[in-house]
């Protein structure tokens, strides 16, 4: 099992809608998919309550618990756990961080969001964690999303399709639904954005490993 955690110290960054997205990208995918909502807003939480389908699964635990509870659905044949974070830098995040494979970080292409970023990258290289960024909430190829890809790409890779701001999202986040099932134009970027973050979890390793063996 790989354990994604999204994270942003700053609120309204995306986390949330981006969570709930690829997590149902990872299951149209064949993944057995539990989430974890460590934001005492529960907006994560909220959503799947909506839904009617298993999978993905929902757990409740706390920040003293995480650990012992990310080993038991271990145990338990999940492919993926994903965890939404708080937008602060609160045990509940930072225990969300330190379990995490990798962590992505959704960021708004605003200079406000931009320049906060530094404080939660170190709080990710804090735990020693692999991490990612993907911009949400912008517009496809305008100034600002290309320029905040240039920006966040000297700290780390970006994912290759901004999640562009469109209503779909906010009213799929308000049914426990996918704007992908909404709306043609998010399916193709939450399924660039998911390839890129599946391949970071699943694939990155073992590459190097064959590399290591041939
Ligand atoms: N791609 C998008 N397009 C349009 N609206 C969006 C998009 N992503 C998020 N939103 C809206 O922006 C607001 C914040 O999004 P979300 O809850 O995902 O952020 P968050 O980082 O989880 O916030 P918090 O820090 O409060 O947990 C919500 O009202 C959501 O519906
Ligand atoms: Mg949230």
């Known amino acids: 099992m790989k354990v994604l955690t999204v994270a942003n110290r700053k609120g309204g960054a995306g986390k949330s809608t981006c969570a709930a997205h690829l997590a149902i990208e990872a299951v149209t995918g064949g993944l057995k998919t539990i989430l974890i909502d460590m934001d005492p807003q529960k907006t994560l939480e909220t959503w799947w309550d909506k839904r009617e389908e298993e999978n993905p699964y929902l757990i409740d635990t706390n920040a003293n618990d995480l650990t012992k ?48 970023i530094g404080r939660t990258i170190s709080m990710v290289e804090e735990s020693n964690k692999a991490f990612a960024f993907v911009i949400t909430q912008g517009i496809n190829r305008a100034k600002a999303a290309l ?24 009213n799929a986040m308000g049914m ?39």
């Open 147 to 170: 320029q905040a890809a240039s920006v966040l790409s000297q700290f780390g890779a970006v994912a290759p399709s901004i999640i562009s701001n469109r209503t779909a999202y906010a």
């Open 69 to 116: 509870a990310i080993e038991t659905l271990r145990d338990k044949s999940f492919d993926l756990c994903i965890i939404d974070t708080p937008g602060d830098a609160s045990q509940n995040a930072i225990s969300g961080i330190k379990v995490a494979d990798l962590v992505l970080i959704p960021s708004k292409p605003t200079a406000p969001d931009l320049s906060a």
């Open 176 to 214: 426990g639904s996918s704007a992908c099932l909404l709306d043609k134009q998010s399916e193709e970027e939450i399924q660039q954005v998911w390839s890129f973050v599946k391949a970071k979890l699943f694939e990155e390793r073992k590459s190097t490993k064959q590399k290591l063996i041939a």
